[in-house]
């Protein structure tokens, strides 16, 4: 746990200092920006470089006490965050030196569970994306071709080869539209028209592509996600594989930092919780203390009732809600889950909750 | 009921009060608006914020008697509607005074539950989003730095640092294209190409991920309203669960107002009807009147003759719909739901139809 | 059937017309076209006109004819079609009297089944529509105050009131960016590429929200015409309705005119054929007609051999192909459905085929 | 197999050969390429021309041997491929002839999955599009007729007739914004405000239906593929329809080439593999083969130890993954699985693997 808590600060602190490293590194090519106040960023840039070589020292002494495989790229990242300036400062003379640290850039990349989940949905859409691509390239073509030849009579010299012409395409086909190349004959028009419809096109059968990758994708995680913390709550252990699937799809994982309150006395309720991992504390008369596998909240589904006691966590605790509305489908397909919820509640009311 | 369609009036209410207020604000701005004119818009901003108060203060009685919890923003928004205004018209001297009325954006923001889904949305997404906004970031310093690096020397007026080469960066990666800054060199060109395309799939990446989250957000609200519609429902009571998730994914909820027509006779007919809540009168000769649980209609999917009589909704109802093509599935599929459907139709063919 | 053909030639017909006459209208109003060519176009405008004439009458007998229901919106097409430009041409005086024509732009609403899919979407989607919407005008109003708040000392004549900065708003926020005010200050900039970005934001939410609505729809609608193909095929009929659905998402309905080729001998096959509805011809040394419930093609299936016999269609045919893949999943799923199609297709090789 | 790797060298030599020959073409406009410069890149030209005879030669040869039918679009691109430019060089005089090699845009949609998946995508959704089109076609009439109205008096050269109007509702509509053209009343504004809106919402839709298209077509084609590997594994093939199907959802397929490591002997594993086609290697101390049929890695996932030996492929292998995440999965709906899995992986603990 505090080791996972430890890389969710370093990723924050990592995107607060790849920020301002990149910003002064913005800020010191400004021509207003001269004398003290140059040195001043300097010495920022100098004061990010050394937070990312105590980043570099940390990394390898990790990995070689875990003995961690497959952080390759990591570690290449670290490496070069703290090479590539440094080479720059030694080798590079001028203003030019600090724009080096554009190769803090790659910092974000470091254990970012985006970018592995981007990768995945590129890798596995590749064909379909190379094959978007090509038709932009081929449209682009025949389009820079096509006013090439309309255009080039009327305006020499904007659409007077087709390189130039291709400018105008690009620019036209991703409906940028600067306004520097614009076709003046009927027909350069019309193909104008077709070319902009075209991006559109393609730009829909790109975004079709991403949604599809991406909605296949994030779907499977969430689902392996949450069969993994629902396998681990004792009650759903006796379930068949078609209830359980059920569960995994109704049940929404949240995690709860130690001292969080999940709810408080007297609220309305419209959920009940199953604690995957950590303790709560139930603050009744007599407190109590529920761990893994123990369930809460139930009252406020069966009897609408408000909360009857405010519950905190006592350390990180991972949970799974159930809400109102979900509980009453389990209900109807699962009769014994929903039998057992409600008999628990009934022995709870008349002493304090035991998981 | 009656307090929900009061809310509804005054959500409409709200957006016409919004709308008149800021519709106000612009035009108080445009310096042809002078004497007379100026006054009289002045007093319409006065009639809103009179309005907003009264609001204000009916939310604080509902509050009060109701004692309803978890309405803290609409109450927040509320008060701020009412004390901005008021504090800018003490304190602020000259043509801005009016400018702080625009507080009264938020409006629609209260009681709107687009905006909750919305916020649903972009919560369960948010690390995809933060991702690809990162990438954003990432993408724009890299196209500025680069710009910055081929374009200085041609154009140090528009490329002569890397914050002016930004705004270029931003310009063309959301493909808005001003025309004010374009790139000269051929590199130059080239980098803008694949700047502009690289913004088409952040934007596919964008709209992919929302996309997803929409699905997955209305897809379960949808279904979750429906099972407790079709719960409501005494047919569908003793069917097994596999059967009751076919049935609440064929059945389309309605609501319709007190005195609104449901069917008329004549028409042809190509769904029935459940009610879920409230009476309809039927006009055969003897009118009857039918409540929740009830259904009617059946004969049109059955024998497809037109509708025997008009019937209309004595309260606001909420009804479920059964298309006739996914009658025909249902019936294969649960054979006892038809027979119970065909036995009440051939009883009511020779007596008027009771529930 | 040619009730059918005969509204599909009119659909098309009606777009050509419509096309024809709105082009007229355009070439109309060039400065250059004058005498003669005027008098040309006006006359091609009154054949159009006459030509929607004749639709209304005809539509008008139909209605009488086969008292249709619910056509309401098609007659008043079509009286407006012929109304407006009537009236254009009594009252209106001089060249906008062909404007009225425009009109006609409603022609293709009428009989169009995209246009009811489009229509069913957006009331379904029309909650979250409006709320996207209602973000869109939020953010529009928003950012022209701040763009009126910073630049209107910059550039008072670009931004000078708040009604002049919501066109620059709309320009920046829609990305289309013209280029006729830009931002010049660095607040100015920085709230422009938030505008950008909240642009591509909210077309990112309509994009979804769209995709969603279709596709809930879409696949719904192909779901209920392909139940009620497979319904039709004698030999699905006594399967359970979990092996239905199954066949449902298999199977791919298509439609061949009469005198149609289905398949070619000596080609190879990779899908066998179920007749909906109408009769297919095989061109076997004894020619033998099949009719609806029969199937074909399935030695391609089992043996993997060329079609044996050409097959075209008699009358217009509704199939139900199976590819090959497809088939094998079928196979392993519902043996009883491959075992019939396996033991006709064994009967067949001795004596020509029978249904 | 041969076959199949001599096609996929064939297209990617395919897209070099076209990319170096359609850049040849554009860089011969560019009037700064004279003499010898100029003569160079028509040998070249020549090359790539002399490249697609061969080509041509072979796939002629190729369909004589092999009888393959359905290869006519191919033939036809490769015969175009040659005819057009030589036609060219005889017929056409002066700089134009080497445009004429721009048919060799055609060569990459020779052969290529993606077109044929695109193809599919947009026949089946042809109505849809088309309706969307048409769409667009009436709003930009629409929107040049009230452009036309509005702006003709204010800007009598830019919007003077309906066809110049046009173009502006074209370059608006698609949000290209050229701001060639630009409004300038205060009515015409407000209309391209509505515009933009409109070109935003037709966007939409246009990714929608794609997005919905292409999501049907792809994930039919993956569980197709999938089933088909599946079913080739012994040990799911006395499983019911039920489990295949979540087994088909579960796996994911993977082809290595000969000679590639599929794991390393001490990396930690979340995977094991199924071999649906050719041979591998296991590295132990007396190495075996596994052939189709055989799984191996299941260590990883029973015991969640490092790899205890290196695989590689002896020839191209087609496999098929299990997450360790998805066999727990797969473990609790399909016990025998897992039995077997185990069973085989406590004999191999003993003695060396075999299938």
Known sequence: MSALSFSKISASLNALLATIGLATVAA?????????????????????????????????????????HGRTLEIAVDVLSVLVPLAAFFFVR????????????????????????????????????????????????????????????????????????????????????????????????????????????????????LATGFYEEVRRQDFVRNWQLVAAVPLFQKLGSGALIEIVRALRPRVVPAGGIICRKGEAGDQMFFIVEGRVSVATPNPVELGSG??????????????????????????????????????????????????????RRGTPPKS
């Open 28 to 68: 010191l090519t400004t021509p207003d920006i001269t004398g003290q106040t140059r040195s001043a960023l300097e010495i920022v840039l100098a004061c990010v470089w050394a937070a990312y070589v105590l980043q570099l020292v940390e990394t390898l002494i990790m990995q070689r006490k875990r003995d961690i």
């Open 94 to 209: 001028g203003r030019d030196q600090s724009l080096y640290c554009a190769i803090w850039l790659l910092k974000p990349l470091r254990g970012s569970t985006f970018f592995r989940l981007l990768g995945r949905v590129l890798t596995k859409e590749a064909r379909n994306l190379i094959g978007v691509t090509s038709i932009f390239v081929i449209v682009l073509f025949g389009a820079a071709l096509a006013a090439y030849v309309i255009e080039r009579d009327v305006q020499p010299d904007k659409f007077g080869s087709i390189p130039l012409a291709m400018w105008w395409a690009v620019v036209t086909l991703s409906t940028t539209g600067y306004g520097d190349e614009i076709p003046q004959s009927f027909a350069g028009r019309v193909l104008a028209g077709l070319v902009m419809m075209s991006g559109i096109g393609i730009f829909a059968l790109w975004a079709g592509i």
């Open 294 to 347: 123990s369930f809460f909240g139930e009252m406020a589904l069966i009897t609408g009732a408000p909360r009857s006691a405010t519950v905190s966590a006592t350390t990180e605790v991972s949970l799974l809600s159930l809400y109102s509305s979900d509980f009453q489908m389990l209900s109807s397909s699962s009769p014994e889950i929903a039998d057992v919820i409600r008999r628990t509640a009934l022995e």
